[in-house]
């Protein structure tokens, strides 16, 4: 059983760009979680999506991010007109139910130029 | 509002001995759960140990074990015979069940010297 899988593990997007951040949940998972670290702090959490639903975004910034997790196929992180303040690891994670333990994928790193 | 605080931006230990790492939280829940992650230089978040607030008994896993003081909101990382792979950042965090939405902390960078 693989583990929580995202990608790209690099990302380099000029500012005014668009970043998508890919997000397979672990098998038997529909609940899925973003969560962005900024360089020396902890992870701050984003967004909370079931399959087709956005459950809680109220860590989301209010402009230029959304996020979806369709019925089929990974969950997106969209990040568009990207600034440089944008920069930092986005990571993912999914668990089986709201309430069971929640594993971590590796991150995206996010650099704007 | 949920609140961790890790007041120790950086420790470091010598190979074998044992360390603390201190955490203090704020919740207005009645039950919740506390957690400390592992982040080593791979990035990978890695769950170390987890308390259930409900619970009186300290969590124990291995060399790793927990102080859990309810009434002062306080819940310390305990690892004994520290080793050079315990190198990384740890966080602690606290949710309002076992499940993803986590409050973390600031870190912790520890470092295990030779």
């Known amino acids: 059983n693989a583990g929580v899988m995202q990608n790209p593990r690099h990302l380099v997007r000029r500012r005014g760009q668009e970043a998508r951040l890919r997000c397979s949940p672990m098998?038997?998972?529909?609940?899925v979680y973003w969560y962005r670290q900024l360089p020396e702090e902890g992870l701050k959490f984003m967004v909370y999506?079931?399959?087709?639903?956005?459950?809680?975004e109220s860590g989301m910034p209010k402009e230029r991010f959304s996020a979806e997790f369709p019925k089929e196929g990974p969950s997106i992180l969209r990040i568009q007109q990207v600034v440089r303040g944008d920069s930092a690891a986005y990571f993912c994670?999914?668990?089986?139910?709201?309430?069971?333990?929640?594993?971590f994928g590796q991150g995206t790193r996010l650099t704007v130029v | 509002a949920q609140t961790v605080t890790q007041s120790q931006p950086e420790m470091s230990v010598q190979e074998a001995e044992t360390v603390t790492l201190s955490c203090t939280y704020d919740?207005?829940?009645?039950?919740?759960?506390l957690f400390w992650y592992k982040q080593p230089p791979s990035r990978q978040m890695i769950l170390v140990i987890r308390?259930?607030?409900?619970?009186?008994q300290n969590a124990t896993e291995n060399r790793f074990s927990v102080n859990f003081q309810k009434a002062a909101k306080s819940f310390s990382l305990k690892i004994s015979d520290s080793q050079l792979g315990d190198t990384a950042m740890y966080f602690c965090?606290?949710?309002?069940?076992?499940?993803?939405?986590?409050?973390f902390g600031q870190g912790t960078e520890l470092s295990v010297k030779p």
């Open positions: 999506l079931q399959k087709e639903n956005i459950i809680d």
């Open positions: 994670a999914s668990s089986e139910e709201m309430n069971t333990e929640a594993f």
């Open positions: 098998k038997g998972h529909s609940h």
């Open positions: 965090a606290l949710s309002g069940n076992q499940g993803g939405k986590l409050i």
């Open positions: 308390q259930e607030a409900y619970k009186q």
């Open positions: 919740t207005s829940e009645s039950n919740y759960y």
